[in-house]
């Protein structure tokens, strides 16, 4: 079956931490790159980390130094650690292969609040 699903989010304070999963199909999963996307309201889905199977990782600017991006290949499924959460990071999270196809999940809101 042909599936990712998202799970971990929530409400935090502004300084906190969370821990996002993925787990996806094997489809999905073997021989692709993995990434973490995030969608605020009125704004477009970015990339916020991006990683290889060999473990080559990508950051956006903006989450470097405070997200970590992990997968298991074996397992087939990815995280993202977010530590030192901001306002600004409030969003519905996603994972997908990359380059997505426009396949996606149901996502996990993350709401950082002050």
């Known amino acids: 079956q042909v599936q990712l699903v998202e799970s971990g989010g929530g409400l935090v304070q502004a300084g906190g931490s969370l821990t996002l999963s993925c787990e996806a199909s094997r489809s999905i999963f073997r021989g692709n790159f993995m990434g973490w996307y995030r969608q605020a309201p009125g704004n477009q889905r970015e990339l916020v980390a991006r990683i290889s199977t060999g473990g080559t990782i990508m950051y956006l600017d903006s989450v470097k130094g405070r997200f970590t991006i992990s997968r298991d290949n074996a397992k087939n499924m990815v995280w993202l650690q977010m530590n030192n959460l901001k306002l600004e990071d409030t969003a519905v999270y996603y994972c997908?292969?990359?380059?997505?196809?426009?396949?996606w999940g149901q996502g996990t809101q993350v709401t950082v609040s002050s």
């Open positions: 997908s292969k990359w380059l997505p196809t426009g396949n």
